[in-house]
């Protein structure tokens, strides 16, 4: 199923790593050309065709990529959206670009539960570190939705598939790590005789 979804759409986006489509997306190259309408739909399929890839090599049991598809999916909602606010707003200073770039580190935060990784994973993406606060805000939004939604992100729903208690290491308290003395630390040293 996945081949023929692949197949059909030709886009390495879908079957492959997708870092032809972030690359191209992120430096606003995916963007030049096109109506905007025709751009809006063809990210609506990539979007649905990487959706119903991941998911089916996902539930038949295939590993690895969480991460790729999470940051093609955001970078194609993103890229959207920002084609959409420039069809209504043409006098919007940020590029779609800007907009793929975010909406690729939000939804990798959101999947991982882990904002501050998003917003460093996207700043050092794209090195547009006048995005850095748009993705504070996306990333921090996007996890703390996340985990209202879902508890476990997709790494510990993976370790709860192979028999891993996450909850229960979650309870158990962490060890306590002892705070030095700084009155020891400071204080002069006998000398030997």
Do not use: W
């Not at 191209?24 to 751009?39: C, D, H």
């Not at 939705?145 to 476990?152: G, I, M």
Request: charged share 15%; glycine share 14%.
């Amino acid at each position: 199923m996945v081949g023929l979804i692949g197949v059909s759409l030709n886009q390495t986006a879908v079957l492959g790593t997708g870092a032809e489509f972030m690359e191209r997306s992120f430096s606003g190259r995916y963007f030049a050309g096109g109506s905007p309408v025709e751009l809006i739909g063809l990210l609506a399929l990539l979007f649905g065709a990487k959706m119903l890839a991941t998911g089916f090599r996902l539930g038949s049991g295939g590993s690895g990529g969480d991460m790729m598809p999470s940051l093609i999916l955001g970078g194609a909602l993103g890229g959207a959206y920002g084609l959409g606010v420039h069809a209504l707003i043409p006098s919007d200073p940020l590029p779609p670009a800007a907009y793929a770039l975010v909406g690729a580190a939000a939804l990798f935060s959101g999947v991982v539960h882990a904002p501050i990784t998003g917003i460093v994973l996207g700043i050092e993406m794209g090195q547009r570190y006048g995005l850095a606060l748009p993705q504070m805000v996306a990333c921090s939004v996007s996890a703390l939705v996340s985990s209202r939604l879902r508890t476990a992100s997709i790494y510990a729903l993976k370790l709860e598939e192979r028999g891993a208690d996450v909850q229960a290491a979650r309870r158990r308290p962490q060890r306590q790590i002892p705070e030095p003395d700084s009155r020891r630390a400071f204080a002069p040293r006998e000398r030997a005789q």
